[in-house]
């Protein structure tokens, strides 16, 4: 998910959380002041999808959900689970794919004059906010038996342990920390050989994080980057696509909102789901552009968002703020990248990948027409033949290696 996202589920929540609740004075200063300014996202998705609303039922929609919940295959794929442990404890959860034979088997390790064949290339994918390793599926399909991959789950996201530092210190979220993390995991999944880092909005800021912190690690052992849909910095400036006072509005009032909301979690996940046509919504509004992505991806997309408690939603939208890694991108510098974006994405806009690829003039740029900011769900195909010509460059697979696709994720029959 976004960071605009998450003022989706403000709005809806809030709103839900009072009437659901009744609560008086302080509730209702809270959520009226977050349905007047967060409001206007809500307006601006509701109204995509006004006509829908009107001429389907409720209950037809229900269905229509938990059909597609039952029928899609997306973010079934698993691996060989791991466990990574933070600096503070939390327990960070991963899944090894090894690469494989033609016969089918991971190849042995063998001797040469005494020594251990070179360990393997590791590609090591690190997802966005409010969503999971499951956001990289059709990536993580198509790479199978071609390459070593390691999927991991931020703190408090999927099947990785909530923060041990913010639930117990009450520290707050930052992207140094979540860099630290990627570190953990790096040290217990990928010990040795080359790496390659691919990261997905937050996932690309924790890599430029763990760049920051540990810039030998990167000279010494990182081979390639891809960074998608991500930003070096500034999100404080982006508008979301909404006009300047509405986006003005939401920025003065959202961090405390986000607070309230998420020291009522209970009651606000309730509010969340008697919200859910307006939620569903909003995610699409802010994480596809097409018109004609298939519904059981986008359900894919929402159920993964649905799965982010309130609590961390609000615990991790100030750290985006407070980002900046534009100087850790030099590290980057000598090596092969690949900056890619959605022209339309209102979350991270693409003006925030040009900037990132004028600082490493070497990178290949590719900016993906009528996509949004979940460009690897809803454009597959263009991310997955990026990635993988990345990785020939990078050395990490042989130029004849075949890389296969995975479903559709457009409504065309057939």
Same mark, same amino acid.
């Given at each position: 998910m976004s960071e605009s996202s998450a003022e989706g589920v403000a709005s809806a929540a809030a709103a839900a959380v009072a009437s659901a609740t009744g609560a008086a004075g302080n509730w209702r200063k809270v959520t009226g002041i977050a349905g007047a300014a967060i409001g206007v996202i809500a307006a601006g998705a509701a109204a995509g999808?006004?006509?829908?609303?009107?001429?389907?039922?409720r209950g037809i929609r229900k269905k229509a959900r938990l059909a597609l919940d039952s029928a899609g295959p997306y973010g079934a794929l698993r691996g060989m689970p791991g466990r990574a442990y933070a600096e503070d404890g939390t327990e960070l959860y991963y899944e090894v794919d090894e690469a494989e034979t033609e016969a089918g088997v991971a190849p042995r390790r063998r001797r040469l004059f005494g020594r251990k064949a070179p360990a393997p290339v590791t590609v090591v994918f690190s997802h966005g906010y409010c969503l999971s390793q499951d956001s990289w599926h059709f990536q993580r399909a198509a790479l199978r038996s071609v390459v070593r991959t390691v999927h991991w789950d931020q703190r408090s996201h999927g099947r990785s342990g909530r923060g041990a530092a913010q639930v117990r210190d009450g520290v707050p979220v930052s992207i140094d920390q979540l860099g630290s993390d990627l570190k953990a995991v790096l040290d217990a999944a990928v010990p040795e050989g080359p790496i390659v880092l691919v990261g997905h909005s937050m996932g690309g800021m924790t890599v430029m994080a763990l760049a920051d912190r540990y810039p030998e690690l990167?000279?010494?052992?990182?081979?390639?980057?891809? /960074? &998608?849909?991500?930003?070096?910095?500034?999100?404080?400036?982006?508008?979301?696509?909404?006009?300047?006072?509405?986006?003005? *509005? !939401?920025?003065?009032?959202?961090?405390?909102?986000?607070?309230?909301?998420g020291q009522q979690a209970e009651l606000v996940e309730k509010g969340r789901r008697a919200t859910a046509d307006l939620f569903a919504g909003i995610i699409k509004r802010y994480s596809f552009a097409s018109r004609d992505v298939d519904p059981a991806v986008a359900r894919f997309a929402e159920r993964m968002i649905e799965g982010t408690p309130i609590d961390v939603v609000a615990e991790f939208y100030p750290a985006f703020t407070d980002h900046d890694k534009t100087e850790a991108l030099a590290l980057f510098q000598d090596m092969p990248v690949l900056?890619?974006?959605?022209?339309?994405?209102?979350?991270?806009?693409?003006?925030?990948?040009?900037?990132?690829?004028?600082?490493?003039?070497?990178?290949?740029?590719?900016?993906?027409?009528?996509?949004?900011? /979940? &460009?690897?769900?809803?454009h597959p195909e263009v991310v997955t033949?990026?990635?993988?010509?990345?990785?020939?460059?990078?050395? *990490? !697979?042989?130029a004849g290696a075949t890389v296969g696709g995975y479903g559709s994720t457009t409504a065309q029959p057939g």
């Open positions: 999808v006004a006509i829908e609303r009107m001429t389907v039922g990167i000279r010494e052992r990182v081979v390639a980057v891809a /960074l &998608v849909g991500t930003s070096s910095g500034r999100l404080g400036e982006v508008n979301f696509g909404l006009p300047v006072a509405g986006v003005n *509005a !939401v920025r003065r009032v959202l961090p405390g909102v986000l607070r309230a909301l900056v890619l974006a959605g022209v339309k994405d209102l979350v991270t806009p693409s003006e925030h990948s040009e900037a990132i690829a004028d600082l490493l003039p070497e990178a290949e740029l590719v900016l993906v027409p009528d996509a949004g900011h /979940l &460009v690897m769900l809803e033949d990026r990635l993988a010509d990345l990785l020939t460059r990078a050395g *990490a !697979v042989p």
